[in-house]
């Protein structure tokens, strides 16, 4: 018995992400009392590969074969699951990030698991096997059982942490000898943005609503981010506009973050809005409407007006990086 | 070329969600049904490419598991646009059973290009589009921002982490899709509401299937201590404050 866990390979590192997903998987193994193997496809490094020990990784497979050097997930699915049945995996967790959400629906079908979706927190309890997943878009939990000998579970980006371990983990190079199948995706063409910060990786995001005004006034707010080192972020309106791209829309429809830290700047906190920032860890609010919903979201709130406001936290914040 | 849009009715997303019978299941009293807004835009991406006619996309359709209290929101379907419509006459149980009873009638019908959205706004699983192209055994994406159709080929842009990977697949094949696929939805004009009521739904009874998870209560999230305001002409105090107290930056 062994709980399985897929860490993504970027560019030949991990990122914090991968790191959270084995801390979580030791969780979840040691409720179980069992261990964590940590899988990962495409060239690494050995160094990088042993950082996952330090996370609780018993055992780290590693499998570069050149017909996987793209995600297609019928095939990187048909590797995880040939691994997960040679490991007697009852656990498989994988991230609720892109990857995470394309894989855990095939392996689900392959293994006849049942999956529960966007957790972030441990199990309630393994007998029987019962996890709290997200539902109705952040505005409820859904205690859930899940009836299927293998389980698979997606965790939230960001909403379990890091956990370290003293812990030396065995490596394994490994090909799996299994047939992927002819491969029926094509990439064409990969557009990369170097050296951004992620909205979805990001412990601290800046986001400007319709209280900006004008896709002209997003300098400070930028700068903003970038001082903190954080990402950039906007409501719905803003992007709708055109006045940001819509990757950087945040909310129901958009991207579910749980960022440390959540500056939201001119934006009222429609529901639709909170349901994707609603699990930051802290709410910052800046609104000229002392009602806004935002505030019952906040922490800490200014009520004020968002172009006033902006340039004096930029310069606050210069002070303290002095 | 045919196209399949999977879609759900969820609660209108201004809904303040309440839960009944012990908090076991949603109180559906005043809640206002609506497609589910990736659906939606999905089933208005799809409607594009027919009005293309490089494209060679023939027809249109929408496929939905539920009882007959979810046929508003069909006939809202075929109202957008869509030439006709399938429902599979059960209770959605959970993401593996939806998607083993659509993937049974897709079958049946035979698609070349089928469409999910990313999530539902209720179960939030994105599960059921994967799961259908794993029980059919074709291609799918997930993340997909952008679908076109290429020599009879479909060429689609899916989100990575840091970009975007143009990508083609062969047919049949499933497009998992998310925000950027449509600009905005497509609202139904007067006539398309007079002609959806002539379309075709047609029924299909389930096939025994079991589903693998079970939702045993819903919980509110733990409410929020209440904000604490900060003068807006000393923002660094609100520094300060993120710095000591809540040691976040």
Redesign the interface.
């Given at each position: 018995m062994s709980v399985l866990v897929f860490t993504e390979n970027w560019d030949g590192k991990f990122k914090k992400l991968s790191f959270e997903l084995v801390s979580y998987a030791r969780g979840v193994a040691d409720m179980l009392n069992t261990s964590v193997i940590a899988l990962q496809i495409g060239a690494m490094d050995e160094a990088e590969l042993i950082k996952l020990g330090n996370f609780g990784a018993s055992r780290i497979i590693s499998i570069d074969r050149p017909e996987l050097k793209n995600l297609d997930n019928q095939a990187w699915a048909e590797v995880i699951a040939t691994v997960a049945r040679k490991e007697n995996a009852k656990v498989i967790i994988l991230s609720g990030n892109n990857t995470g959400k394309a894989l855990a629906p095939r392996l689900s079908v392959k293994l006849k698991a049942g999956v529960g979706a966007g957790v972030s927190r441990l199990p309630l309890e393994t007998e029987p096997f019962t996890v709290y997943k997200r539902a109705f878009s952040g505005n409820a939990l859904a205690k859930t059982l899940i009836r299927t000998e293998v389980k698979i579970l997606t965790l939230l980006q960001n909403s379990y942490g890091l956990s370290e371990t003293e812990n030396k983990a065995v490596m394994e190079r490994v090909d799996i000898q299994t047939d992927v199948g002819a491969i029926k995706t094509e990439v064409l063409d990969v557009h990369k943005q170097p050296g951004k910060v992620l909205l979805t990786d990001a412990d601290i995001v800046v986001s400007g609503g319709r209280g900006m005004k004008s896709p002209d006034n997003w300098g400070p707010l930028v700068e903003l981010a970038s001082l903190l080192g954080g990402a950039t972020a906007c409501s719905r309106p803003v992007s709708d506009e055109g006045w940001r791209p819509h990757e950087e829309h945040t909310g129901q429809t958009g991207k579910i973050i749980s960022p440390n830290l959540y500056i939201a700047v001119g934006i009222s906190g429609a529901t639709q809005h909170l349901a994707g920032v609603s699990s930051s860890k802290y709410i910052v609010a800046i609104n000229t409407d002392k009602d806004a919903p935002i505030f019952e979201a906040a922490q800490y709130g200014i009520v004020g007006d968002a172009l006033k406001v902006l340039p004096k936290l930029v310069e606050a914040v210069k002070e303290i990086k002095k | 070329m045919k196209i399949l849009v999977c879609i759900s009715n969820v609660?209108d997303?201004?809904?303040?969600?309440r839960?009944t019978e012990g908090n076991k299941s949603l109180d559906t009293a005043g809640i206002q049904w609506v497609i589910n807004?990736?659906d939606e835009l999905s089933l208005t991406r799809a409607l594009e490419l027919k009005e293309n006619p490089s494209t060679g996309v023939k027809s249109v359709t929408v496929a939905h598991v539920g009882t007959t209290a979810s046929e508003a929101t069909i006939r809202k379907a075929l109202a957008i646009g869509a030439d006709e419509a399938i429902r599979v006459n059960a209770e959605p149980a959970?993401?593996?059973y939806t998607?083993f009873q659509l993937a049974e009638v897709i079958r049946k019908e035979q698609f070349d290009l089928i469409m999910c959205g990313?999530e539902s706004?209720?179960?939030?699983?994105?599960?059921?589009?994967?799961?259908i192209?794993?029980?059919l055994?074709?291609?799918?994406?997930?993340?997909v921002?952008s679908l076109n159709i290429e020599n009879g080929k479909p060429?689609m842009v899916?989100?990575?982490?840091?970009?975007?990977?143009?990508?083609?697949?062969?047919v049949p094949?499933l497009a998992?899709v998310q925000?950027?696929i449509a600009k905005?939805p497509r609202i139904a004009s007067m006539r398309g509401i007079m002609t959806a009521r002539t379309k075709q739904i047609k029924i299909y009874e389930p096939v025994p299937a079991e589903?693998?998870?079970?939702?045993?209560?819903?919980?509110?999230?733990a409410p929020?201590?209440a904000?604490?305001?900060?003068?807006?002409e000393n923002?660094?105090e609100?520094?300060r404050?993120?710095?000591n107290e809540?040691k976040?930056?």
């Open positions: - | 609660p997303t201004t809904t303040k969600v839960f807004p990736w959970d993401a593996w998607a990313i706004s209720d179960y939030n699983g994105s599960l059921v589009g994967g799961m192209a794993e029980f055994g074709v291609p799918n994406l997930s993340a921002s060429v899916r989100e990575i982490d840091g970009g975007k990977e143009t990508v083609s697949l062969t094949c998992v925000k950027g905005e589903p693998l998870t079970e939702i045993v209560v819903f919980e509110k999230p929020r201590a904000c604490r305001f900060i003068d807006p923002p660094a609100l520094i404050l993120l710095q809540a976040v930056i």
